[in-house]
Nanobody, 120 residues
Framework: QARLVESGGGLVQAGGSLRLSCAAP??????IAWFRRAQGKEREFVAR????????YYADSVKGRFTISRDNAKSTVSLQMNSLKPEDTAVYYC???????????????WGQGTQVTVSS
């Protein structure tokens, strides 16, 4: 069964950086997206990247601070997160589908999530 596996979460101070990775074997021809869910809130879109890596799209809340990239040779998608804020605290998920968009209902495949905690 195809799987997505996130890693790289942890605890960081406000203003710091973290790099999340999504191991996505067999998903090289899929759009990959990152979503997050803060405690008590609904899951929200963060960023997505096309199968070739030529197209990216970000939520306004992370634009200019987060960068999504992919290395299809390694079947890996990364999310570089800089200038982190306490409001970035959430469980981060990667998701995959042939379709592209910002709604979670478009994505058929999901990882288990990785916790990111930003302290003030």
């Amino acid at each position: 069964q195809a799987r997505l596996v996130e890693s790289g979460g942890g605890l960081v101070q406000a203003g710091g950086s973290l790099r999340l990775s999504c191991a996505a074997p067999t998903f090289n021809s899929y759009t990959i997206a990152w979503f997050r869910r803060a405690q008590g809130k609904e899951r929200e879109f963060v960023a997505r990247i096309s199968w070739s890596g030529s197209s990216t799209y970000y939520a306004d809340s992370v634009k200019g601070r987060f960068t999504i990239s992919r290395d299809n040779a390694k079947s890996t998608v990364s999310l570089q997160m800089n200038s982190l804020k306490p409001e970035d605290t959430a469980v981060y998920y990667c998701a995959a589908d042939y379709r592209a968009g910002t709604s979670e209902i478009l994505y058929a495949y999901w990882g288990q999530g990785t916790q990111v905690t930003v302290s003030s």
